[in-house]
């Protein structure tokens, strides 16, 4: 699949670059997707979360009334579940989401999300550029000039480059990563996948 380059103002080139069918154009697996995107979830989940148990509220352990003759329910200490201010029955404790996912399914899943994207015509390779420092306002004017400021895009560099990084990453809608970083969860949540031109080589060696 060839898709014309564009520069960074917006203008065409008048070259093409080709996108790999080994990475660009399988036959999706729709599991594997699944499966990624549900790992990438998990994996962000910090599962810090926790409830006090009975054992670990302050409170007298004294049996607070005797056990018959009450007419109530039998009661133990105030730290009982069943009182208010009482310790929590089965409650959240710290643990680790993430699970393993064996390379090939990631990497099948990472193909299939990109051939996604090339199969709807979303995606737009534009020329290397560079900036002298960050500017918010040069970012916003591509993303105008490429007719995608209103979608959520997604920018993959060849290599990590500050001065880019800073100037997309407080823009609404818009997340710039490297081509080693990306991933299935990035490319199907974006509406556009805007590929640097050196990025797709890069692309291509990681996933073939």
């Keep these: 699949m060839d898709v014309a380059v564009t520069k960074y103002s917006g203008e065409?080139?008048?070259?093409?670059?080709?996108?790999?069918?080994?990475?660009?154009?399988?036959?999706p697996n729709d599991h594997a997707i699944w499966l990624d995107i549900k790992g990438y979830l998990a994996n962000q989940r910090?599962?810090?979360h926790k409830s006090k148990q009975r054992n670990e509220i302050t409170g007298s352990?004294?049996?607070?009334?005797?056990?018959?003759?009450t007419g109530g329910a039998r009661a133990g200490n105030i730290k009982n579940p069943?009182?208010?201010?009482?310790?929590?029955?089965?409650?959240?404790?710290?643990?680790?989401?993430?699970?393993?996912?064996?390379?090939?399914?990631k990497d099948l899943a990472?193909?299939?999300?990109?051939?996604?994207?090339?199969?709807?015509?979303?995606?737009?390779?534009?020329?290397?550029?560079?900036?002298?420092?960050?500017?918010?306002?040069?970012?916003?004017?591509?993303?105008?000039?490429?007719?995608?400021?209103?979608?959520?895009?997604?920018?993959?560099?060849?290599?990590?480059?500050?001065?880019i990084?800073?100037?997309?990453?407080?823009?609404?809608?818009t997340k710039v990563i490297t081509a080693s970083q990306i991933n299935t969860y990035d490319v199907i949540h974006a509406d556009k996948l805007i590929l640097v031109e050196s990025s797709v080589e890069k692309i291509d060696n990681l996933l073939k």
Excluded: H, W
């Design 110 to 163: 990472r193909k299939s999300a990109l051939t996604y994207k090339a199969k709807d015509n979303s995606i737009a390779v534009i020329e290397d550029f560079q900036l002298e420092a960050p500017k918010t306002k040069q970012f916003v004017s591509m993303l105008k000039s490429l007719g995608v400021d209103a979608q959520k895009t997604l920018v993959v560099l060849p290599e990590n480059n500050f001065n």
């Design 82 to 105: 069943q009182f208010k201010g009482g310790g929590r029955v089965f409650g959240p404790v710290p643990r680790d989401y993430s699970f393993k996912l064996n390379k090939k399914v």
């Design 46 to 48: 910090q599962g810090t």
């Design 61 to 69: 352990s004294k049996k607070i009334k005797k056990q018959k003759g």
């Design 165 to 173: 990084v800073a100037s997309g990453r407080n823009i609404q809608n």
């Design 12 to 27: 065409k080139t008048g070259r093409k670059v080709s996108l790999s069918s080994e990475v660009f154009g399988i036959e």
